[in-house]
């Protein structure tokens, strides 16, 4: 199996794929079809799932990203967020709620904005991110990660963090704090903590999807 495709060479979904019109009804729902046991197969630690999956859909995901950031570095971290929830998650996914793209595109929504709204004033920013960022997503995160989903393979990625990146995501993902709450428990700046996050995420994105290409 051939390795994922980097990020940096995403592409909008609007350039990529031709206009919804040209394509029927039957044809739509057959690729939602696709989609949905890509994501169901994902959900069941199946990495060949994962990487088809990625590839299928995280064109829109980095679209949908970068409309809304209109920035290409944090459209790009936001669609590794969103993967990696993926990864981690897929089992949460529920077919009768939303169609896989529908599902995927909240993710991206939700993070997105949250990515926007941390660019505000410390106190909105603050308030905010306690209430929307660290919420059923990371837990999601924290309830999955570690019991199911390949432990070997999530616990292998982790292990690749340095010391304080792994302390970062221990607090942040499995201890539902927000970035301020994060930065205050380990005395640190609150730009030193979102830089270890950030960077620590873009490592177990790039650990997992080599783990997914190697299966």
Same mark, same amino acid.
């Given at each position: ?11 909008? /979904? ?8 040209? !394509? ?36 829109? !995901? ?12 944090? #459209?790009?971290? @936001? ?6 929830? @993926? ?34 004033s410390s106190t909105v ?27 070997? #393979? ?13 302390? /970062? ?9 927000t970035y301020r709450e ?34």
């Amino acid at each position: 199996m051939t390795g994922d495709p980097e990020l940096i060479s995403l592409r909008l /979904a609007d350039d990529a794929a031709p206009p919804s019109c040209a !394509v029927s009804g039957g044809a739509r729902a057959g690729a939602q079809r696709e989609l949905a046991a890509l994501l169901t197969a994902t959900g069941t630690g199946n990495r060949e799932a994962f990487t088809g999956l990625y590839r299928a859909t995280s064109p829109r !995901v980095f679209g949908l990203a970068l409309r809304i950031l209109r920035s290409h570095s944090a #459209a790009e971290e @936001v669609t590794q967020e969103v993967y990696l929830q @993926v990864w981690t998650a897929a089992e949460r996914y529920d077919p009768k709620l939303s169609t896989p793209i529908g599902w995927l595109m909240m993710i991206t929504h939700r993070r997105a904005v949250d990515r926007v709204r941390t660019e505000e004033s410390s106190t909105v920013r603050d308030r905010v991110y306690g209430h929307a960022h660290l919420g059923r997503d990371h837990d999601a995160v924290a309830e999955t990660v570690g019991q199911r989903l390949e432990e070997q #393979a999530v616990a292998h990625c982790l292990a690749t963090l340095t010391d304080t990146q792994r302390e /970062a995501i221990d607090l942040a993902y499995y201890g539902g704090r927000t970035y301020r709450e994060v930065a205050d428990q380990l005395d640190a700046p609150l730009s030193t903590v979102k830089s270890r996050i950030r960077d620590a995420l873009k490592r177990l994105h790039n650990c997992l999807s080599g783990v997914a290409s190697h299966a």
